[in-house]
């Protein structure tokens, strides 16, 4: 497994890359309301790509993907293709995966949305996953096991009665959409990798209200909770430091610093 590392250069481009993704999720919010399509919020997000942010979405295309952004909406774990016939309803939870390509590098984030008033069971499940995603990159330091990351966004979250998906992870990132390592979300096998200054990867943990198990549907993309329960996802793009990690996605409603340092 050869693991990429950064050089200042690639981060700083990384740094733009990243502030452009988190920008889009900004931009898109206050038009996630209930009535709108799933395919007008497509829309909205690739002319801001194209037209403000002159970036290309690295998901339009993709392995044939149709659309420039995921939405994937209550019981659709990932990859969910945005649709005019998909309308949002009071109480819906959705997540948007914005996927930009600027001067050759790669930014990647995803954040959940709520849909007017939540249930109670949605707003928690949302609220655990971010807080497992919190959890896991105020973990990130050189020197320390990726499987340790895995290891703690799955106690944190099967102790509160949910499951993590297994099979779709995080990964590196950088002039490739996905590089190595591979970023799981549980305890499992990770090559013996250890975290280096320079490594950039996306964590991503994907949480069900159930069981942790999917299925995936005919279009070849969507991917469901296999019991048709909610599932939630947060995705950032982070960078490992010197001392810690610094957040390449960060946006304005984060409970996080840019940059974690952890003091020796």
């Known amino acids: 497994m050869v693991i990429p590392i950064k050089t200042s250069d690639d981060i700083a481009k990384m740094r733009v890359a990243g502030m452009l993704a988190a920008e889009v999720l900004e931009i898109i919010e206050s038009h996630v309301q209930p009535g709108v399509s799933t395919g007008e919020l497509d829309r909205i997000c690739h002319r801001y790509i194209t037209k403000k942010q002159q970036a290309v979405s690295a998901s339009l295309g993709y392995h044939g993907f149709p659309k420039s952004v995921c939405i994937s909406v209550n019981e ?7 649709s005019d016939e998909k ?3 009071e109480g819906d939870i959705i997540n948007i995966d914005v996927t930009v390509i600027k001067n050759g590098f790669y930014g990647d984030t995803s954040k959940m949305f709520i849909v007017g008033k939540s249930s109670i069971l949605g707003e928690r499940l949302c609220r655990v996953t971010k807080e497992s995603l919190y959890l896991a990159i105020r973990m990130v330091r050189p ?13 944190f979250v099967e102790a509160r009665n949910f499951s993590v998906v297994r099979e779709y992870c995080g990964h590196g990132i950088g002039v490739g959409f996905h590089e190595e ?7 499992a096998d990770d090559g013996c990798v250890v975290l280096q200054p320079g490594m950039a990867l996306t964590i991503e943990p994907m949480v069900n209200a159930g069981d942790y198990r999917i299925r995936a549907m005919k279009d070849g ?3 469901k909770t296999k019991d048709r329960s909610l599932s939630a996802q947060y995705e950032h793009t982070i960078v490992v430091t010197q001392d810690g990690c610094e957040i390449m996605t960060l946006r304005s409603d984060d409970s996080l610093p840019a940059v974690i340092h952890h003091p020796t």
């Not at 659709?76 to 945005?82: D, E, K």
């Not at 020197?143 to 106690?155: D, M, S, W, Y």
């Not at 390592?181 to 305890?187: I, K, R």
């Open 221 to 223: 993309w969507t991917v």
């Open 76 to 82: 659709v774990v990932c990859h969910g293709i945005p």
């Open 143 to 155: 020197g320390i096991r990726l499987r340790t990351l895995g290891k703690a966004i799955q106690e």
């Open 87 to 89: 309308k949002l309803k």
């Open 181 to 187: 390592p591979q970023v799981l979300h549980y305890d």
